[in-house]
Nanobody
Framework: QVQLVESGGGLVQPGGSLRLSCAAS????????MGWYRQAPGKQRELVAR???????NYAGSVKGRFTISGDNAKNTVYLQMNSLKPEDTAVYYC?????????WGQGTQVTVSS
């Protein structure tokens, strides 16, 4: 059973930075891709950033240039570095991973951007 555990969320002022971590129970090399999604109150869950096993990345237009996704196979962890945060980035952020058969989700971590 794959488990994804997110950490690093919290309250930050506009313009600030946070780094989210997603620790997987086992090697992340087994996944075709891993990503970060977010869901704000009253809105649908949306893709924020994604990284494939070949290290290709893609980002939502709203975060491009501000967020960076990366992976550390040795630590079985994927990161989301978030800079220049805006109030509209406030949401629950979820880690996601998929192999050929299954999509996995973490429990989510709250990010609140407010002064």
């Amino acid at each position: 059973q794959v488990q994804l555990v997110e950490s690093g969320g919290g309250l930050v002022q506009p313009g600030g930075s946070l780094r989210l971590s997603c620790a997987a129970s086992g090697s992340i090399a087994r996944f075709n891709a891993m990503g970060w999604y977010r869901q704000a109150p009253g809105k649908q869950r949306e893709l924020v950033a994604r990284i494939t096993s070949g290290r290709n990345t893609n980002y939502a237009g709203s975060v491009k240039g501000r967020f960076t996704i990366s992976g550390d196979n040795a630590k079985n962890t994927v990161y989301l570095q978030m800079n220049s945060l805006k109030p509209e980035d406030t949401a629950v952020y979820y880690c996601n991973a998929n192999d050929i058969v299954t999509m996995y989700w973490g429990q989510g971590t709250q990010v609140t951007v407010s002064s």
